[in-house]
């Protein structure tokens, strides 16, 4: 398949644990973005990478929160110390090349539940 | 800043009957206007998007939607609906200028009973 993936699709922790949320964009696509959905909401803009250059790091809650990118490939989503508001739905999402006219397109996401 | 509102959290409608989709936006910028579909167990998919031209903007599966500048809408229509509709359906917007951070509303429920 040539569509956004996303790993773990679930992952259950502790309060207080650290986890890595893990998505493979689709290949070719030099815009990566994360949003965060909760329950009953709407989803809300994390982070944003366009190749090279810094990344937008205007939508993360807290500095629990980070991400890297390696290159035009891999990204991976890290949460610190979490916390029981951190339970969400994770989306990645890839574009060709960021612009604002561009299609986003969307992984199934990962679900993370901490108790 | 941008917000958007979806005056729906659930719709019912019955098989083959029209729906429509409320949206309202609110933004000191000018914006581009999508609207996603979440069908159960899957990904977000684009349904259709306004970035300028007519406003009438035609999508996948039959839906249309339409940009009112002047209400700040951009409701979701679809003359007949079938089983297969069902799903959750999200506004959102981004920016024209810069990068496409969207902004979501929080997302209409649609059932479709039969």
């Known amino acids: 398949g040539a569509g956004v993936s996303q790993s773990p699709s679930n992952k259950v922790t502790e309060k207080g644990k650290d986890v890595e949320l893990r998505c493979d964009p689709i290949s070719g696509h030099t815009a990566l973005y994360w949003y965060r959905q909760r329950l009953g909401q709407g989803l809300e803009f994390l982070i944003y990478?366009?190749?090279?250059?810094?990344?937008?790091k205007s939508g993360l809650p807290s500095d629990r929160f980070s991400a890297e990118r390696t290159g035009e490939s891999v990204s991976t989503l890290t949460i610190q110390r979490t916390q029981q508001e951190d339970s969400a739905v994770y989306l990645c999402?890839?574009?060709?090349?960021?612009?604002?006219?561009?299609?986003?397109?969307f992984g199934p996401g990962t679900r993370l539940t901490v108790l | 800043a941008q917000s958007v509102t979806q005056l729906d959290s659930q719709v019912p409608v019955f098989e083959e009957a029209p729906v429509e989709l409320r949206c309202n936006y609110s933004?000191?910028?000018?914006?581009?206007l999508f609207w996603y579909v979440q069908y159960p167990n899957q990904g977000l998919q684009l349904l259709l998007k306004?970035?300028?031209?007519?406003?009438l903007v035609k999508g996948i599966n039959g839906f249309e939607a339409e940009f009112n500048k002047s209400q700040t809408s951009f409701h979701l229509r679809k003359p007949s609906v079938h089983i297969s509709d069902t799903a959750e359906y999200f506004c959102?917007?981004?920016?024209?200028?810069?990068?496409?951070?969207?902004?979501f509303g929080q997302g209409t429920r649609l059932t479709i009973n039969p």
């Open positions: 306004y970035l300028s031209g007519s406003t």
């Open positions: 999402a890839s574009s060709q090349s960021g612009t604002s006219t561009d299609t986003q397109y």
């Open positions: 990478f366009q190749g090279n250059s810094a990344p937008d």
């Open positions: 959102a917007v981004s920016r024209v200028q810069g990068a496409q951070k969207l902004v």
């Open positions: 933004s000191s910028v000018s914006v581009y």
